[in-house]
């Protein structure tokens, strides 16, 4: 069984700041930390629960998404990382494709956050702050988490396991329904401030939940989005939707809605797939 563990950094245990998830901050050398210990967990739990293959991607942008400048989709600490797992760095948000075209049987979201706009929702956003207000698939709105899944679900991947903050957790399973295993690990308090469980536990919770995500594999069900697939983006600012007026198949719909339609989700997404 080959499992695929995508990680993000914001809805990890400890971590409440941009401080702790932006590459030229002193704290994101904790940060880091904090993240590759909850990938391990799940890891563990991967190979417990019966993989024999477990691919970590960090994709974490780590503020520096645009250039070269910074360590963007870099921010796990190769030495820390389990010895079992093979892992993929600075290769762009959910853009590694892939492990799906080799046959992938399982997706975890470790460190995951709600999607931009949520109430009490830990350094919650949609992909940017800066740049994206809010994303639909058929005028459902999403998070990453949804985006994610989407991506899963088009090569029949179920997302098995969701870790982050409560408010993640509740997104995920009113998302995917209750065949999605989630494990809060701590309490959203506002955007900047949370209930932490203490990292050591909120590891042990993790792997335990990695397990039991696998056992019950059968009843993780694909998100497949209704065919033909419309995606919109609620751009923030008038030069990131300038970005898009140049790329082919886009409808722009007005000064801040952009729409891209395809026979599936994959078809739409990619001609606005960001980075
Ligand atoms: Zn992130």
Redesign the pocket.
Known sequence: MRVLIMG???GVAGIVHWDQ?SHDSAMYQEGRRLYTEELNAAIRGAFAGGADEVLVVD???AGAAQSNKGPAFNSLIPELIDPRCEFVTHHGWANYLQVFEDGCDACFFVGI?ARGGTPGGVLSHTIASMHWWNVFINEQVVGEIGIVAAICGHYGVPMALVTGDDKACEEATALLGPGVKTVAVKRGLSRYSARHIPPVRARQMIEHGAVEALRNLRSAKPFIPAQPTAVRFQIVTADVMDGYRKRPGIEIVDGQNLVSRGANFMEAWSKVAPY
């Open positions: 993000d950094m914001e998830v994709s974490h942008g956050h």
